[in-house]
Every structure is written in C-alpha cells, then in structure tokens.
C-alpha cells in the first residue's frame, strides 16, 4: 500500500500517508480492526523521518479513521468507510474537473483525454508514483505538428 510513497511529489509525504490510508479503507483494503504497520517500522521501510509518519497518524487520529492503543498498535476505527469513500470520490471528481478542463483548454481532443484516462487506469502505477511512460509517449505524440 505504502510503495508509491514519492518523496519527490508536490504533495508532502506524511499527506501521502494519509491519502494512502484513506484510499485503502475507501476501496476496503483496510477494514475496521486492522492495524497499520508501527512508526518505527514504516519510517523504516520507507527511510522516513519517523517524525513523519507519527503526524500523519496523528492527523488520521484526528479525522477519527483511526485509534491508537498505548504499546500496541494503531488500528482502523469502526464505521468509516462510507466517510473515506464520499471524501475520495469528492476529492477526485474536482482533480477530474480540472484536468479535463486544462486538457480541453489546451486543445486536447476528447479521443486523446479518454486514451490518456484508459493507459493511466491500465497502469500499476500507484496514485504518488513516476508517470508512467505510456502517458509520456501521449504528451510526446501532441507536440508533433497536426497535418492541415
């Protein structure tokens, strides 16, 4: 869940974090009860701050998604699905929105927007990873010159 973390993204690590965790319990990769990896073994993995991953555990403790349990663990809290799940597809539609719409505004074609949508969805690529280079080889293929 966490290998798409990309300390080289404009979004900060520990929001990754969150996003992750979220998306996880939205699509119902992570149900209630279950325990995400310690600080110590997550900063770890992913050569992390462990400073980082504690407040991103913090602000999910704070959303109410999940719940500490002093010297054992946090884990997810019970009922939030359906909030995860409203708050992505939320988050989504408007990122939608305005890459469409930056799309349409610099001259894409619906046919190009859809090929684009359809190799990104095709992809293993996680939400946080490099892009994928099938996606490049679209941007590649714009910059040629139209034929009148």
Not at 85 to 94: A, G, N, S, V
């Amino acid at each position: 869940m966490f290998e798409s973390i990309n300390i080289n993204s404009s979004v900060a690590v520990y929001v990754q974090i969150e996003n992750l965790v979220q998306f996880a319990i939205a699509s119902g990769k992570l149900k209630a009860g279950d325990q995400l990896p310690s600080v110590r073994e997550l900063s770890e993995r992913l050569n992390l701050n462990p400073n980082t991953v504690a407040k991103s555990y913090r602000d999910l403790e704070v959303m109410g998604l999940v719940y500490t349990r002093r010297g054992m663990g946090v884990y997810i809290n019970k009922g939030v699905e359906a909030k995860c799940r409203e708050t992505c597809h939320h988050r989504i539609i408007e990122r939608l929105h305005e890459v469409v719409s930056e799309a349409k505004s610099s001259g894409f074609t619906l046919k190009e927007v859809k090929s684009a949508v359809e190799k990104g969805y095709a992809s293993d690529a996680g939400p946080y990873a490099s892009t994928p280079d099938p996606l490049f080889d679209l941007a590649k293929s714009k910059m040629r010159p139209r034929r009148p």
